[in-house]
């Protein structure tokens, strides 16, 4: 066991690693910028919690896992939990088929942060402290780091020090300032801009989630809604490239109104928040496994390493996956030497799979600009084209698609050699299917 460690912010990753470092540490501090509310409120720091949020099913695994009997807690907050069942998801090949089999998700950011904070308030060994951390301490030859520095002038010591501060990590700038490098970056640039408000309302036809896959060509539209519990939903409404979002009551209801389900759960519908906007950053990867200088004792994790586009709603899984990671790599690696390339490394592999879907993914679309994916990815945006109408049509692929959304298993099974065949003659036989008009959206 070491003594301390601390943590950079209590998003969904910093809370989710202070429960693993509590394995390792006799004393975390988890330090946050934001006062943290003992109710589900939104919070200054993450103001993506106003927006459409899923937990997927491999994050659902991975949480209940960190924190055992947690989905009796969920259900006590009224966390929506539902399956693919409650779930009308179009894609732009036609509706995806319902399949019963074993995927839950979770829906809602606020209350989902909520319960895990609860659930990180009863670890003895965890203390929150509201401060703002502005800077990394290190040994003088900056090879080290040995605690933070807080924006009240001080600096708190630490034998393990954890970046999960989330997009907006100054990481890359602490670093720079002992003398280490910035990492490299990949970013994918895809334009979203999202809108989102609460009503009080439901789904039609008992639904939990209505969400329309787009192709994100050029200013498309897309849109999704979510039952949060107690009657009411959210819906969150996105456009690309130069579209633009609803920032009016009256211009929301008639984006929504292109949506026929969305039209008829909000014909009598009265909102009960305001509308929320949001410039969506590109998709973006840190290269921190990258990088030689890298100093000892200091781990990034969640969106301080990896930001995707959130209409796939991979970010809380994979910050999740991340901490199961962490714990794997401090059991293995008990020695905090070399912890910090060993973590990094393996990260960057363990994020590559959810980067195939989002990152390198959209950059299979015209109008993307950023970090050009190289071989072999570019051959796999060319069989994902091919092979997206099959999943709507066929349930086994359909079902093998589902668990590689979900993070259940990784996309190479979707190139198993007999799966592979079998997908590229489906493809070559079937003249592709019109795409799913997006007049309907457009008129
Ligand atoms: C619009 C939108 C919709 C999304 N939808 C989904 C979805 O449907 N499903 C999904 O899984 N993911 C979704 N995501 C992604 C998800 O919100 C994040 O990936 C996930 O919360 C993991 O983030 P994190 O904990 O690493 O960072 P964050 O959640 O951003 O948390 C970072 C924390 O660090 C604090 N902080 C920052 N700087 C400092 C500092 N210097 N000192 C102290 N504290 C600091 C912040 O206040 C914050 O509390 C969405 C994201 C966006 C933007």
């Not at 006062?35 to 899923?54: A, N, Y």
């Not at 969106?303 to 790599?329: D, I, R």
């Not at 070399?338 to 879907?357: E, K, P």
């Amino acid at each position: 066991m070491y003594d301390h460690a601390i943590v950079i912010g209590a998003g969904i990753t910093g809370l989710s690693t202070s429960r693993v470092l509590t394995d390792h540490f006799r004393a975390i501090t988890l330090i946050e910028k934001d006062p943290l509310p003992h109710t589900p409120t939104s919070r200054k720091g993450v103001p993506q919690d106003r927006h459409l949020h899923l937990l997927l099913d491999g994050g659902r695994r991975a949480l209940e896992d960190l924190f055992p009997g947690i989905a009796t807690d969920m259900a006590r907050a009224r966390v929506p939990a539902f399956g693919m069942n409650d779930a009308r998801i179009d894609t732009p090949h036609g509706p995806f088929p319902t399949l019963g089999k074993d995927v839950t998700m979770w829906g809602g950011r606020i209350k989902i942060e909520h319960v895990l904070r609860e659930r990180v308030r009863q670890l003895g060994t965890v203390s929150l402290r509201t401060a703002r951390v502005t800077g990394l301490c290190s040994t003088p030859d900056g090879k080290t780091i040995t605690g933070v520095r807080l924006q009240d002038g001080t600096s708190l010591q630490a034998d393990l020090v954890v970046d999960a501060s989330g997009a907006g990590s100054s990481a890359p700038a602490w670093l720079e300032s002992i003398g280490a490098s910035r990492p490299k970056e990949s970013l994918v640039q895809i334009g979203l801009t999202y809108a989102s408000q609460v009503y009080q309302a439901q789904l039609p036809d008992n639904l939990h989630l209505y969400y329309r896959f787009t192709d994100f060509q050029e200013n498309t539209r897309l849109a999704g809604a979510l039952a949060l519990g107690d009657e009411e939903i959210i819906v969150t409404l996105a456009v690309t490239g130069n579209g633009a979002v609803p920032r009016t009551e009256a211009d929301f209801s008639a984006f929504a109104e292109n949506f026929p389900l969305l039209r008829t759960a909000l014909h009598t519908a009265s909102p009960r928040s305001d509308i929320a906007t949001m410039q969506i950053l590109p998709n973006r990867i840190r290269h921190y496994e990258k990088l030689s200088s890298l100093p000892e004792k200091f781990l990034l994790a969640g969106h301080a390493v990896t930001v995707f586009n959130p209409a796939y709603g991979q970010g809380m899984s994979m910050a999740l996956q991340n901490t199961v990671l962490l714990g794997k790599c401090l059991d293995a690696h008990p020695s905090l030497k070399g912890i910090s390339r060993y973590f990094q490394r393996r990260l960057a592999r363990a994020n590559h799979a959810a980067w195939r879907v989002s990152g390198a993914g959209d950059y299979q679309y015209p109008h993307v600009t950023g970090t050009p994916p190289r071989f072999p990815t570019q051959l796999e945006n060319w069989y994902g084209q091919k092979i997206q109408p099959l999943f709507t049509q066929d349930p086994d692929a359909a079902e093998r698609f589902t668990r590689v959304f979900h993070l259940l298993s990784s996309p190479t099974s979707l190139a198993h050699p007999k799966f592979l065949a079998y997908a590229l003659r489906y493809s070559l036989r079937h003249t592709p299917l019109p795409t799913y008009s997006h007049a309907e959206d457009l008129s």
